[in-house]
């Protein structure tokens, strides 16, 4: 198989993924600044609600408070690293660089986080406001469906990175908490794409 028919195939295959999963939250309706993926928390806070109880991930970082600074890179569909090494109480500054084909997102949360904001990262590609490949900036400020869609996907926990593109989340681990960081691009995240933050004791190496 030629270079440009894996090409075509790549795409294709990450486009019948795109439409399967918007599909799939076909029925999802999201109220404005109602993000559980932590697109709209409050700067500083950077916690989700979960049967009623806020489970902590962290805070938006001080940059002149940066511990260490680990790249990230981002391609069609992995990670690499595939899994963070933290300490509690660290802030780090993580260089996200897209070196794939597509959109990708870098996105730090629990589970249950990364969960629910598939259900809106699919309403978002419905609506326009993101491609396979791109970000429509317009359409992230106008309203959808009688304005229960507003997103501009600028919280401190998760960038939306295009391909070629660079962008950084500087982040304060406060605590121990069982957290990911994982792409919600519809078909993403199925795809594999997501890996543990694990929390170790000792020294690690700034990077």
């Known amino acids: 198989m030629t270079k440009m028919n894996i090409n075509i195939f790549k795409t294709t295959a990450l ?3 795109f439409a399967f999963a918007i599909a799939a939250n076909g029925g999802t309706a999201i109220a404005a600044g109602a993000h559980s993926g932590g697109h709209n928390a409050k ?46 109480g660290e802030t780090i500054r993580f260089v996200v660089t897209n070196k794939g084909q597509f959109l990708h997102e870098f996105n730090i949360g629990t ?29 992230m400020g106008m309203q959808h469906g009688g304005g229960k869609m507003m997103m501009a996907h600028n919280d401190a926990n998760s960038v939306l990175v295009e391909p070629g593109k660079q962008a950084e989340v500087i982040w304060h681990l406060t605590k121990v908490a069982k957290l990911e ?14 890996g543990p933050i694990q929390f170790k004791h000792g020294h690690l190496t700034p990077k």
Do not use: W
């Open 111 to 139: 589970a249950v986080m990364h969960a629910a904001h598939q259900k809106e990262m699919a309403e978002m590609m419905e609506h326009g406001m993101i491609t396979p490949t791109s970000i429509d900036h317009k359409m």
């Open 181 to 194: 960081f994982a792409c919600n691009v519809p078909g993403h995240y199925e795809s594999g794409m997501m």
């Open 43 to 88: 700067k500083g806070h950077g916690a989700e609600m979960s049967n009623g109880h806020a489970m902590a991930i962290g805070e938006p970082g001080d940059a002149a408070k940066v511990d260490r600074t680990i790249a990230i890179t981002l391609k069609d569909n992995f990670f690499e690293p595939e899994e963070i090494a933290v300490k509690e």
């Open 15 to 17: 486009a019948a993924i």
